[in-house]
């Protein structure tokens, strides 16, 4: 079976656990803690990462640190994960979706500005399939009406727009490390604070509402509860796996973009003859190739090209239901105009397999098989 994902492994990772265990520091904030956050910081160019247990984690944390309160509105894309949204619901607000691009999938920026209210706190933008959204413009709105950017990068480690790394441009930017991203901890995120002025409050808000990181450094002779806070601090044994792949990042994000760029090569023909629709980059945007996917002409036909591939051994997903068809996304949010695209895209994208152990030979066995299906499926395409 070619399986759609397959978590990420590094041999040195299981040298790094050791070492996390030998060194006798294993809960969190240790050094493996300390070599990720600024690899990362390095990487991005960016103030400040604070690793978490989770990039849900990571926007409940923006969401604090963005004061949002209830009655609030935050302005989001309805094609996304969940966590998008819990975040902010968790602190009372109102969800207002806006639509996609066809095109990226991303939240449309055009429909932004009518979707305003004077309730509207904030714009939490998801960079979909590691592909930016249009940050330039979404960055004039925000300051035009000042309003807070959050930018859910779960998918988005490596990916830049206009050079910038994802994830620094707007007030906060959350990473995934979910065993289904690029690189992965089991479970795990990070939260990038684009200036210093909340550092404070974030370690606070991460350590319990204590001020143990400041007790770490040596900066305080003793800690106390200075705020409110929870416990959002991954263990260095996580970190210690997830440090083994970011020493390789680059070998392992040249490897998925060797990947993806086979898809797309293998499936033109099928793109050009308007079979398939093919994913779309931006010129101005660099991406990770975290997904490769294609849309096909609707559901029905979705359908049957699943259980085809999952007949030769090939394993597709398709996601997401709209969150704003979904039972909580009708209690807590509304849709901002039309749904022109979210529902209609949503129904036709299929995601084919991509993880790291993933071979060219398998891409090319999987492209067959794609040509194989809309081959004998003539009668329909054409
Ligand atoms: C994976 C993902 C999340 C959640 O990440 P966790 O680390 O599992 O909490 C949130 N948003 C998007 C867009 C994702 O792809």
């Not at 590691?130 to 330039?136: A, H, K, N, Y």
């Not at 796996?241 to 797309?264: M, S, T, V």
Request: a negative charge; proline letters at 3%; one cysteine or more.
């Amino acid at each position: 079976m070619i399986e759609f994902n397959e978590p990420l492994y590094v041999d040195k990772s299981l040298d790094y656990i050791q070492e996390a265990i030998r060194s006798n520091h294993i809960c969190g904030d240790g050094s493996f803690t300390r070599k990720c956050s600024g690899w990362i910081e390095k990487q991005t160019k960016t103030a400040k990462c604070l690793f978490t247990t989770s990039c849900t984690h990571a926007l409940e944390m923006a969401a604090f640190l963005s004061n949002i309160q209830e009655g609030d509105e935050v302005l989001m894309p309805s094609y996304t994960f969940a966590s998008t949204a819990d975040a902010f619901v968790m602190r009372g607000a109102k969800l207002v979706f806006v639509d996609i691009r066809p095109d990226t999938m991303n939240i449309d920026e055009r429909l932004i500005e009518a979707a305003i209210t004077d309730k509207t706190k904030a714009i939490a933008v998801v960079h979909y399939a590691g592909v930016s959204c249009e940050m330039d413009t979404i960055m004039d709105i925000a300051n035009k009406y000042n309003l807070i950017v959050i930018e859910d990068a779960a998918q988005g480690m490596m990916s830049s727009y206009k050079g910038q790394a994802l994830g620094t441009i707007g007030d906060f930017g959350c990473f995934s490390f979910h065993e289904t991203k690029n690189y992965s901890m089991g479970e795990g995120g990070a939260l990038l604070l684009k200036d210093d002025s909340c550092k404070e409050r974030a370690e606070i808000l991460r350590e319990k509402g204590t001020n143990r990181s400041k007790f770490y450094r040596g900066e305080v002779d003793k800690y106390s509860w200075v705020g409110i806070g929870s416990s959002y601090l991954p263990s260095e044994l996580n970190m210690a796996y997830l440090w083994g792949q970011l020493e390789k990042a680059e070998e392992i994000n040249h490897h998925r973009l060797l990947l993806w760029n086979k898809y797309y090569e293998l499936l033109s023909p099928l793109f050009n003859r308007g079979i398939l629709e093919a994913p779309v980059v931006p010129d101005h945007c660099i991406h990770n190739a975290h997904m490769f996917y294609i849309k096909v002409k609707d559901e029905d036909e979705r359908i049957r090209l699943i259980s085809f591939l999952k007949v030769n051994q090939i394993h597709t997903v398709f996601h997401y239901i709209p969150l704003h068809s979904a039972p909580s996304g009708k209690k807590y949010g509304r849709f901002a105009g039309k749904d022109i695209y979210t529902t209609k895209e949503s129904l036709r994208i299929l995601r084919l397999p991509m993880h790291n152990k993933l071979t060219e030979d398998q891409v090319e066995y999987v492209c067959e098989k794609i040509f194989e299906f809309y081959e004998n499926a003539k009668g329909i395409t054409g």
